[in-house]
């Protein structure tokens, strides 16, 4: 079993920069894949980044070159800096963790992000 905490996030205006963490406990997160996901009201939930446990990353378009994605084995946190952030990135966003075949997941609890002047 993982567990996962999400912090850092709130409300910041247009342009802004946030930076979100998770950490995991219950388990090292080394193996795992890790990733943000995001749900805006009335919204699915999408994929924002993710990370695998080689550290290939993949972004969904809407965030390429604002978000960085990043993890830290050591203490078993992954980060999601985002810059340049919009009124659209307005959301929960939420950690999750995967691993095995067939895959097992972990979801955080979620955190507000708003973006709002």
Wanted: aromatic content about 10%.
């Amino acid at each position: 079993q993982v567990q996962l905490v999400e912090s850092g996030g709130g409300l910041v205006q247009p342009g802004g920069s946030l930076r979100l963490s998770c950490v995991a406990s219950g388990s090292e997160i080394s193996q795992y894949g890790m990733g943000w996901y995001r749900q805006a009201p009335g919204k699915l939930r999408e994929t924002v980044a993710f990370i695998t446990s080689y550290a290939d990353i993949q972004y969904a378009d809407s965030v390429k070159g604002r978000f960085t994605i990043s993890r830290d084995n050591a203490k078993n946190t992954v980060y999601l800096q985002m810059d340049s952030l919009k009124p659209e990135d307005t959301a929960v966003y939420y950690c999750r963790a995967t691993i095995g075949i067939p895959r097992q997941e972990y979801w955080g609890q979620g955190i507000q992000v708003t973006v709002s002047s």
